[in-house]
């Protein structure tokens, strides 16, 4: 089959499954796409927590987990995905890094392209690594919900993702802070320390600030920069 039919037996998958799981739970949104994809997926996550992971390998133990290694996360975030890997000893941690190490972009770039310039500083970082991982897979899942911002809140459950060329799941695209807080409670799930000190919106050390109470958790991420998505799901 070529790349360019795959793509387009895909794309139609991705809107007959976008009408037909519209409304479907967390659980039937990821139990389709392990019988449709088998192997063919990954689970991306930024290890703020593992809400995703557990939901994930409850349909499939041995679930591949993308994790952006940018070389700027919090120890926190590290020690987090490393608890992961304990609590949920079959998935398989994929480490996505940029091509250059923070060093060898330095001394390209200058330092701190975060500060100068973050939208290049996450394409290097962020943005390539995920396409090149990605493009390894026929479908990825995301954490994103509607509630996280106002881009957000159109999120469907599954769609067609057109820059990466592959589906996307969005189990939990539906679910409120109330039903995400209930299932960590209810299920003792890991979290990243850093929730408890006021992190609400936890990315790369140098672009993530504590959130003041009752203020937007993504108020944190590029404070004092126009910026506010990483360029991941636009
Ligand atoms: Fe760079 Fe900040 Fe983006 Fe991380 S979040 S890749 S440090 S600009």
């Known amino acids: 089959m070529t790349t360019a039919t795959r793509t387009e037996e895909?794309?139609?998958?991705?809107?007959?499954?976008s009408a037909?799981?519209?409304?479907?739970?967390?659980l039937e949104a990821l139990r389709w796409t392990a019988e449709t994809f088998?192997?063919?997926?990954?689970?991306a996550s930024n290890m703020q927590d593992a809400v995703l992971i557990d939901l994930a390998t409850k349909v499939k133990s041995d679930v591949d987990i993308l994790f952006l290694e940018t070389g700027y996360h919090f120890a926190e975030t590290i020690g987090t995905r490393d608890a992961v890997a304990t609590v949920y000893p079959d998935v398989k941690i994929v480490n996505a890094a940029a091509?250059?190490?923070?060093?060898?972009?330095?001394?390209?770039?200058?330092?701190?392209?975060?500060?100068?310039?973050?939208?290049?500083?996450?394409?290097?970082?962020?943005?390539?690594?995920?396409?090149?991982?990605?493009s390894n897979y026929s479908a990825w899942v995301t954490g994103v919900?509607?509630?996280?911002?106002?881009?957000?809140?159109?999120?469907?459950?599954?769609?067609?993702d057109d820059r990466n060329g592959l589906v996307k799941v969005n189990p939990i695209a539906p679910w409120t802070d109330d039903e995400f807080n209930?299932?960590?409670?209810?299920?003792?799930?890991?979290?990243?320390?850093?929730?408890?000190?006021?992190?609400?919106?936890?990315?790369c050390a140098?672009?993530?600030?504590?959130v003041a109470p009752g203020a937007d958790p993504r108020s944190g991420r590029w404070a004092g920069k126009s910026k506010t998505e990483c360029g991941l799901h636009a």
């Open 206 to 210: 140098p672009c993530t600030a504590k």
């Open 10 to 17: 895909l794309k139609a998958l991705a809107e007959k499954a």
């Open 182 to 203: 209930a299932y960590i409670d209810e299920h003792g799930i890991l979290q990243n320390p850093l929730v408890g000190e006021g992190y609400l919106s936890i990315g």
């Open 145 to 160: 919900r509607r509630v996280d911002a106002p881009t957000r809140a159109n999120t469907p459950i599954v769609t067609w």
């Open 20 to 26: 037909e799981l519209a409304d479907a739970t967390a």
């Open 38 to 43: 088998g192997d063919d997926f990954i689970v």
């Open 99 to 134: 091509e250059q190490t923070v060093a060898q972009q330095d001394a390209e770039y200058g330092p701190k392209l975060h500060d100068r310039d973050p939208n290049l500083c996450c394409h290097l970082r962020k943005v390539v690594p995920l396409r090149k991982t990605l």
